[in-house]
């Protein structure tokens, strides 16, 4: 360690080592399986490559099973698989290649992409009788999500980006490269003469992210580097947490709920800060509508038009839907229930 005390930070183009790897898997260990998401690339084979070398030294740990999913948009999807697949067995590691059949999004192409993925690794882990998945998600990653939830306007829980852990259905999604330079991954599969393969979808700028890549250099000549936008994402992912607890509180506190309706007295609902009714209101839309989550932005549009309501005392007409929930305001209470289900139109012979 430098004689001021601080930590010696890696360079950005070394290998990781053996005791960084054994960092970064430490929270594993008790593990019964783990799936590894390996697609052929980069930076999932050095998931592949450091999980093992990990495990290795480990005298009990978790099993390993590694997952390739071929999404057939790409004809050397099965070659790379074919490639996982061999390295896979060199390292004694059991691994299976699951394909993504049926018709394909003719929009959305990466968003429907990649639920399919976690879809089917969420299977394979249940049919393995794993709890955890681990991704290869980098840091430079983690940069492009934030700058692409940037430029969509969206709120606090967005800009934090990923999360180290977060859970899907009844598995954990694990990243632990997050703060972890794509470049360390490339080193350290060349130091272990391991090869991996090329997307150039990766490239593709006809998809968003791609087009963020090119961008990032730029960018990061102005400071604005994968490094600082994680040191951000951190302290948003940190802010947002604070406020949940406190919008916890809130909940527990003031919301009643009477059968599938849910009420709110309108003086302690005023007295909160605007971020905190705003999240108080979101969850109770959530829980009760039946369309799915409610946009930010609406409802934020639909707290605007409550709190003016309020304020004009136009309150027994005020009545709003939003993601399949109604909001009204009675005497004294704030109410959200489901929405009477919506007519269809009949169409004249």
């Known amino acids: 360690m430098p004689r001021d005390g601080r930590a010696k930070l890696p360079r950005e183009g070394s290998p990781i080592s053996s005791a960084e790897a054994a960092r970064l898997f430490s929270d594993l260990k008790s593990a019964g399986a783990v799936v590894l998401a390996v697609s052929g690339g980069p930076d999932s084979t050095a998931l592949l490559w450091l999980a093992s070398q990990w495990r290795g030294r480990l005298k009990a740990g978790p099993k390993l099973i590694a997952v390739t999913i071929d999404h057939g948009l790409r004809l050397e999807a099965a070659q790379e698989a074919r490639a996982v697949k061999k390295l896979a067995a060199r390292l004694r590691i059991p691994h299976t290649t699951v394909r993504w059949t049926g018709a394909k999004p003719l929009r959305g192409l990466p968003a429907g992409a990649r639920e399919a993925r976690y879809a089917m690794l969420a299977e394979a882990a249940r049919k393995s009788g794993a709890v ?173 038009e409550l709190t003016e309501a309020l304020a004009q005392r136009a309150r027994r007409s005020f009545r709003r839907t939003l993601a399949g929930a109604l909001v009204g305001i009675g005497r004294e209470t704030l109410m959200i229930e489901p929405a009477p289900p919506r007519r269809t139109q009949r169409t004249r012979p």
């Not at 955890?132 to 306007?153: N, V, Y």
């Not at 990766?202 to 994968?226: C, S």
């Not at 009477?258 to 909160?272: M, P, V, Y």
């Open 132 to 304: 955890c998945i681990l991704t290869a998600h980098t840091r430079d990653d983690q940069a492009e999500t934030f700058m692409m939830r940037l430029s969509r306007g969206s709120g606090l829980a967005g800009l934090a980006a990923m999360a180290r852990r977060s859970v899907r259905g009844d598995v954990v999604i694990v990243r632990p490269f997050l703060d972890v330079p794509k470049a360390r991954l490339i080193a350290t599969l060349d130091k272990a003469n391991v090869t991996f393969a090329d997307d150039p979808s990766n490239r593709d700028e006809a998809f968003t992210r791609p087009r963020w890549r090119r961008l990032m250099p730029e960018l990061a000549k102005e400071g604005v580097d994968a490094r600082n936008i994680g040191r951000l994402t951190v302290r948003l992912a940190r802010a947002h947490a604070a406020l949940e607890a406190i919008v916890d509180r809130a909940e527990q506190a003031l919301l009643r709920r009477d059968g599938k309706r849910q009420t709110l007295a309108i003086d302690a609902f005023l007295s909160l800060p605007d971020e905190i009714r705003l999240r108080l209101l979101q969850r109770a839309i959530d829980r009760v509508g039946y369309e799915g989550p409610a946009e930010l932005g609406k409802v934020e549009t639909l707290l605007d």
